[in-house]
């Protein structure tokens, strides 16, 4: 009984401690929540749109802060496991009081996180999902940076088709959410130029021999392979085919663009083609900044997912300006409204199911040993 | 490419990943024969040596063979540690509890790898050479040229010295019965140590073989391990040349079911046929005792 008490007069003091603590007085800060994979095999770009998050919430408050108000960015780690993004979400939103999140990375972890999103009509930015189902869903609260898989694959087909003149195609893909995704929208471009894959071959993400995969396309002796999947994967492609004699021109959306392709893969990476959204050019004033402030903190050049979180978070402190509140209703609303924001990749608008419309690039290894990357689209 | 090109190129990477399943069940067929219990470490031994060899290597100080050959080496100096602080004292255990410790030790090898390395791939440094040997339309890696080579000498070693050395053949008794080889003056405890040598060295070889092609990564041992582990029940558990067999009919099933059938049911293919034959001869196809518990 006396158990039982003491039970409920805790209960009673925690109660009113939260009702206390929520009618403390005006808010001296934004509260902006970032769940990104900081651990477990995908911590490599998640770790890099942290840095994206926090330099852009940095230039902020080093300007003043949005409407005088400091921005306070709460990092969760999600280990790249959509059960976790969702209770991330959840704790950034109903305990943290986070008015914005941005976030995750995986589209598999960003799909399962946007309906509590929805639920608790906050916006939820992420900087670099590709699948095409976010935006497809009809949620109202969803907004993404980085271009869809089917914007990336239309860039990437059509300068396949036109600039390259490859007519016999071969994709091989990963038979996970994105790697399916990708592939349908790969097959769907290849459609509209009258085109059909010569094959399209699968494997598992955790598959460590394609050679099966890949003979096939070999034997349909196709010119350029879509290799849809992460750069570990399309490295281990590359070696192998070199080691059968055989190189059809490789290419990829977003996902293979990064430095250890070409170190694990080597001269097999050479030629190598793939979507971008960001490369460190200096071409304006607004990016050679961001590359010095980057450099100097990190000793490295940034990437395209800090670019890519660099810009979610200045797309959503233009919000809460604009809007004036912390409401993050108010701050959806004028999300939806974000037209030409001068992004350090190009111009992004938000379209009316939250998709961005923006320029793709398309880059090409052009060394190995330091890798290096050129544009080749748009010249 | 024609039909019959692609038939040589497929058979050719099946007889390749063959090989190196081949190496790497020929560690569990040696650990089986001496305690009659499945050792499931043994692919995280090739992941150790692997590991072992990119250190070495990136050391700088030693030549690349040497610091493989070293590599190799260690492997086996550690192969015996872990026998006599971890497999040792539970060699009079139930066989479940020996089988447990195996699993514990694979586990450890493979976090300590992550912790030292990652948990991405690392490029390994490609002493193979890039060469592609012409075979009509189909290209056979030099790469995996050397890995069918090395396997078949290794193998051809291994039978000659269980049939023809002192040593080997005292490792053989020991396998048949401890407790009479032991009354019989062997020395089998240095017997046990010298076969968990044997077995992490070929563990070692197969992982410094595949890794130029396949990267270094922690899990290496797990997803070649199984395909290994699959080659060594089909070959017999206790033979030799049944793991051989087992393994490059593994390779070649894979391969040939991913290009013949569909790349997504290639492992559904190779396990079909594995389940066959162990109802239609339960030892395997070379297998004389099937599975036996220790002492």
Redesign the interface.
Known sequence: MMRKLVGIALCGLMVSTLFLSACSSAPKEVKIGLVVPLS??SA?PGINLQRGVMLAAEDMNAKGGIKGMQVKVLSEDDESNPVKTVNAVKKLIYEDKAVVVIGSNASSCTLAAMDVAAKAKVPLITPSSSSDEITRQGNKYIFRVTASNSTQANALVDYAVQQLGLKKMAIVYA?DDYGTNAKEAVVARLATHGLTPLAV???QP?D??L???L??V??T?AEGLFFLAMY?PC??AA??L?????MPQIMGLGALTNV?LV??A??AAMGIINTQMYVPEGKTEADKAFIEKYKAKYNTLPDYYVALAYDSMMVAAKAIERAGSLDPQKIRDELAKTKDHPGLGGNLTFDETGDVQRSVKIVKVVGVNPPKYEVVWPK | ?GRSD?FV??VA?GLA?GAVYALIALGYVMIFKAVGVFNFAQGDFMMAGCFLGLWLVSTGTIPLFAALVLAVLLSAALGVIVEIVAFHPLLESPSRSYLMCTIAVGIIFREVAKMRFG?????FP?YLG?G?I?VGGA?L?V??IWITTVAAVVVVLLLWFFKRTKVGKAMRAVSEDREVARLMGIDTDFNMRLTYAISSALGAMAGVLIAP???AFSE?GR??GLRAFSSFVLGGTDSIVGAVIGGLLIGLM??L???YIS??Y?DVVSFVVLIAVLVWRPTGLFGERGEQRAG
């Open positions: 477990g095999g490599g038979s071959e699968a494997f955790k460590k021999d050679s099966s995969q003979t096939k070999k034997a002796g570990d490295a281990l070696k192998t070199q080691q059968m004699g055989y250890r170190e694990l080597g001269d | 490419m692609l190129q497929v990477q990943m948990a991405d791939p690392l490029r490609n890039h592609v012409k290209g890696s790469q995996y092609v396949f990267f290496m997803s070649f894979e391969n079911a991913g290009v790349t997504q290639k």
